[in-house]
């Protein structure tokens, strides 16, 4: 059977969600609103491409083109979005035995990756995979530097009463002080979202950063997937100090955007107590997992802090590949615009 490589219309939307819907790879990120959001928002072009065999997916793959000056460049998913994965989703990935399974995954890698040179003929392909999808073999085969990356996963089958008692001393007296001395945390709505998103650009002002994630595509999903996000934040003496921004699809809630440090100096920090009712919260609905997406980085003490939590480590891979006039420009980015710049970050 011979595979073949399609580019999806706004017609094809339902199908598109289904393969996400029931594929382990699958997430909110990939579903056909979220990308056309991020497309509208990005000046990006999307390519939502599917791999076929006898007429059968065997795979999607989101890709957005950009040109900026004269590079051409391919992302999944684009930056300055607040998501942290996508790439390729691989139907029956999970039920597969291992040589089909390989087989299948080669060939949507193979025809995308000749898409991605022949097609858009990019000089900048940057993609990180979902989780999931922990094999990057065909990546490195194909002259794509691998990257590991990390989240931190918390199970919540043991329920929040047995989860607390793993806490840490410390945290666990940080968040009966925190109710003690009168903060608490609320479940809000588009407004409460707003306000966060205000105090967030007002804690980067003070740190003399730049938030890069466009308020206007957040307040865009936020309309758009209402019923996919949790809104908590964090009262005291009746003013809203922080707040945290969640996420959830299929069985997983996922810790998104928020719960800086308050822009008025308060003690203790409400950040531990917003983190745990964001917890007991994933337990009480029935969630299995609680994912802190991207806290376990590189830095060891921003990785330490949330590890406080007594999660599990998971791993996903980021690949990218470049010309020589790319690779050039991205280091000086890297190195000299970046540092300058702030960013939205995860808890």
Known sequence: MTALLERYTQKNAPEWDAIVENSSQGTLFHTWNWLKIMEKHTGSILHPLVVKKDDIPIGIFPLFYQKKGILKMVYSPPPHTSVFYMGPVITNYETMRQDKRENNYFEVQKLVDDYITTELKADYVSISLPPGLSDPRP????????????????DLSTG??????????????????????????????????EII????????????KIVTVPTDYLLDIYDTFSKNITVFYATYEDEIITGLIDLHYKDTIYSWIGNL???????????????????????????KSYVL????????????????FNPCLSIRFSVKKSSFTAGVLEKGYLTIVKPIKGRIQPV
């Open 197 to 208: 998103l205000d105090l967030m650009n007002e804690r980067y002002k003070q740190q003399a």
């Open 139 to 154: 990546y490195s085969w194909t002259d794509y530097s691998v990257r590991p990356l990390y989240d931190y996963v918390i």
């Open 293 to 308: 997406l991207s806290a376990a980085g590189n830095k060891r003490l921003y990785a330490y802090n949330s590890a406080k």
């Open 160 to 193: 929040p009463d047995l989860l607390f008692q793993t806490l840490d001393k410390k945290r666990r007296q940080d968040i009966n002080r925190a109710m003690r001395k009168g903060m608490k945390v609320g479940i809000g709505s588009r407004k409460e979202f």
């Open 261 to 287: 440090k308050p822009v008025k100096s308060v003690s203790p920090s409400p950040s531990d107590l917003v983190n745990w009712e964001a917890v007991r919260y994933g337990c009480e609905q029935g969630f």
